[in-house]
Each structure stands twice: as structure tokens, then as C-alpha cells.
């Protein structure tokens, strides 16, 4: 027991879930905007919050700079990125031919439950429309989507889409306000349900990709006139 215990130790084995833990922590903060783009994070200051040495911090650093969440500058410390066009330009095509990728898949996969939870997402994105409530549109936006993608049945894609997902409602936190033609994003979401119920694969994976593509040029005009 002695001998694999020094084995183990020489190993220097990582504490990985700590550091998942950490990073998805910090990540979570910069989503919701509680920590802002060109803020530092500093590492004595995060060591004490949660009461960790400083490995986990750093290799959460390093998970976050892989994410695109942060730049690490040598001699400088950990800045939070700032969302720029090439990451919004970089991020939205990609995920819409994924996520479309993702719904023709999951149109003949789809049971009855799932087709009602999606009802009842796309139902709460309305009351949250009429309430003026940007966060609870986006909640149950996010819903309607993890529904169809989740059964697409490709672990790969939904791997991936997690990732360009967790970005994009990055962006979407660090401003949001309801277009006027919300309207006509609802009618979209109900269409996409309609070939869902349907399992017409081609038409859905077709509205959802031009969904996505469709919100690139409100997002690059937003940061434009920052």
C-alpha cells in the first residue's frame, strides 16, 4: 500500500473535478455578466473565496482560456475576454449548421414527452415575452433548444454544441433587449416545433440554422456601436 501511494504521487495526478468545479464557477459569473469583459482575476483573491492552493485556480485559468472566456498575459495576470465581432462571426455560423445538423437528427428521434416539453418552453418564452422578462426568455429559449439536441443521439455534437452554446448566451447576457419583431421569433420557434411534430427533418434542421444566422448581424451591429 506504502509503495502505491508513492506511485500515485509521482503520477502528480491533477484534481480535475475541482478544477471543473472551479471553472464552471467562474465561467457561470461570466455569462451572467457578474464579471465583466477586461476585469482581472485575481488569483490570491479567488484562492481565499474558494478556499483552495493555487493549482486548481490555475489550471481553471487554463480551462477558461482554452473555453474563450479569458486571455492569460504573461506578467500581467488573468483578464476576462472581451466579446468581440471576430467571436461573435467565429461562433454563430458554426453553431448553426451544427445545431441544424442537431435537429434534422433529432426530428425522428423526438417522442411525445419531449415534443410536449418543448410546448412548454416555447409556452414560457411568450409569458416571459408579454412580462418584459429577458431572463426567463432566455431560460426557457435555452430549453427549447437542449431538448431537441440532447436526443440527436450524437454524444460528439452535443459535446461540441455545449460549448459554442455556453459562448453564445455569453453574448447574448452582456446585452438583451426584446426586438421588435419578437413576434416573428416566436412564430419561427412554432414552425420549428410544427416539423418537429411532423419529424421533417430537412425543414426543421432549414429554420433552425437560418434562426441562428439570422441573429449574427443584430449581434455584430450591437458591437459595432459599443
Known sequence: ?????????????????????????????????????????????LQKQFSISKSPIREAFRVLEKNGFVEIIPRKGTFVKKISEKNVKENFPIRAYLEGFAAALAASRLSFKDIGKMKKALSSMEKATQKQDHKRYLKHHIEFHDIFIKVCGNDSLIDILERLRREAFWFRSSYFLFRTDIENILDLHHEILKYFIEKDGSKAEHLVKMHILDALDEFVNHIRSL
Do not use: F, H, R, Y
Request: no cysteine; glycine share 8%.
Open 1 to 45: 500500500m506504502g509503495n502505491l501511494s508513492e506511485k500515485i504521487k509521482k503520477l502528480n495526478v491533477k484534481p480535475i473535478i475541482l478544477v471543473d468545479q472551479v471553472s464552471k464557477a467562474l465561467s457561470d459569473l461570466i455569462i451572467e455578466g457578474s464579471l465583466k469583459g477586461g476585469e482581472q482575476l485575481v488569483e490570491a483573491t
